[in-house]
T-cell receptor, first 114, second 114 residues
Framework: DGGITQSPKYLFRKEGQNVTLSCEQN?????MYWYRQDPGQGLRLIYYSQIVNDFQKGDIAEGYSVSREKKESFPLTVTSAQKNPTAFYLC?????????????FGDGTRLSIL | GQQLNQSPQSMFIQEGEDVSMNCTSSSIFNTWLWYKQDPGEGPVLLIALYKAGELTSNGRLTAQFGITRKDSFLNISASIPSDVGIYFC??????????????FGSGTQLTVLP
């Protein structure tokens, strides 16, 4: 089945620790996105990537980093510089970035502080 | 990024009732999307709208792209318990940007009472 796979489902971070969230898609989509969702709020864009080896900051990129070495993979690292990392993180992809194609989402990773 | 104004924030309805929710903006959008999110999962695309005035159905769901291109509506007829969840509107703004970023509403939490 084609889709977007996020792992792990739950993740715990200690003080001063970097953690990496995985996102893999087999939809052959060019564009991939990372969002943060806090309770009672909409989705806020962290980073996005239009093609391999390219990525751009979204609205709340501080304290996060990404890479796009392969078309199907877009991992997100939550660094120790992100002081309030507890949230639900969603990865999405769309066929082309420069179009109105809808984004399709993975099932998310819930990150909590220990 | 700009948030869309989505209302109502929450709704409690009896099973079998019809539901209406909407999103408005001060800016023009050239795509409107409606998603549903179940607890602990990612949003799932329900309906995509691409033209002003467009009315599209998906089963008991009907959505419309407002004539002014600044709003959209989602109606659910004859609600059932599995309609429970958070409904998000999202849209692509009319812009010449290189990547078409989505703007999200803050969601409508729907509860269906038996």
């Amino acid at each position: 089945d084609g889709g977007i796979t996020q792992s792990p489902k739950y993740l715990f971070r200690k003080e001063g620790q970097n953690v990496t969230l995985s996102c893999e898609q087999n939809l052959n989509h060019d564009a991939m996105y990372w969002y943060r969702q806090d309770p009672g709020q909409g989705l806020r864009l962290i980073y996005y990537s239009q093609i391999v080896n390219d990525f751009q900051k979204g609205d709340i990129a501080e304290g996060y980093s990404v890479s796009r070495e392969k078309k199907e993979s877009f991992p997100l690292t939550v660094t120790s510089a992100q002081k309030n990392p507890t949230a639900f993180y969603l990865c999405a992809s769309s066929l082309f970035a420069r179009s109105n194609q809808p984004q399709h989402f993975g099932d998310g990773t819930r990150l909590s502080i220990l | 990024g700009q948030q869309l104004n989505q209302s109502p924030q929450s709704m409690f309805i009896q099973e079998g009732e019809d539901v209406s929710m909407n999103c408005t903006s001060s800016s023009i959008f050239n795509t409107w999307l409606w998603y549903k999110q179940d607890p602990g999962e990612g949003p799932v695309l329900l309906i995509a709208l691409y033209k002003a005035g467009e009315l599209t159905s998906n089963g008991r769901l009907t959505a419309q792209f407002g004539i002014t291109r600044k709003d959209s509506f989602l109606n659910i007829s004859a609600s059932i318990p599995s309609d429970v969840g958070i409904y998000f509107c999202a849209g692509h703004q009319l812009s010449s940007g290189s990547a078409r970023q989505l703007t999200f509403g803050s969601g409508t939490q729907l509860t269906v009472l038996p």
